[in-house]
């Protein structure tokens, strides 16, 4: 296409370029975190657990994950390959999803005090993360959502070299 938008031919490679910057959206990480959200909610009710899953957000586009470790150490081999993944995309934030286990109270760790939670994050290295804790309890073959709690101070040890820290000089 020339100046004009006359179309040339053997111009294809020009044509992605002169209309790209024009089509760009830039994605709302935090936005496309509570869709995801929902959408973990349905799951879980439907299916009873979840898969672990992540999305590599980018200015256009959007990569998604299913995170399958057995054991610790490969869960955190599994996060650290998300970050490098992250890294070379060049992206903006990691979105991460997953089933856990929350405590009502300070200092109680037993069984019986932990809650289980549908635990959402949103980390990025220009930003301060974000997480979400969705509490939620069985009830026969029903699943009972509580309030989520939000919070802006959850430290995210298995994205190691990835997430924003404020208290970093």
């Not at 709302?28 to 299916?47: F, G, H, I, M, T």
């Not at 586009?61 to 490098?84: C, G, H, M, P, W």
Request: charged share 25%.
């Amino acid at each position: 296409m020339d100046r004009y938008g006359v179309y040339q031919p053997g111009g294809e490679e020009n044509l992605f370029r002169w209309y790209a910057p024009l089509m760009t959206v830039k994605i709302a990480p935090k936005s496309y975190a509570l869709k995801v959200l929902e959408v973990a909610k349905k799951d879980l009710c439907r299916d009873k657990h979840l898969i672990p899953v992540a999305f590599v957000v980018m200015d256009d586009e959007i990569l998604d994950f299913n995170l399958t470790f057995d054991d610790y150490e490969q869960k955190r081999s599994v996060y650290a390959e998300l970050v490098k993944v992250a890294k070379a995309k060049n992206a903006r934030a990691i979105i991460t999803i997953n089933d856990s286990k929350i405590t009502s109270a300070p200092g109680t760790e037993s069984e019986e005090s932990r809650q289980e939670c549908i635990y959402l994050t949103v980390s990025g290295p220009k930003f301060q993360t974000w997480s979400v804790s969705v509490p939620y309890r069985r009830a026969g073959p029903e699943i009972a959502f509580e309030k989520a709690i939000e919070s802006t101070t959850d430290v995210l040890n298995l994205l190691p070299g990835w997430t924003h820290d404020p208290t970093a000089s």
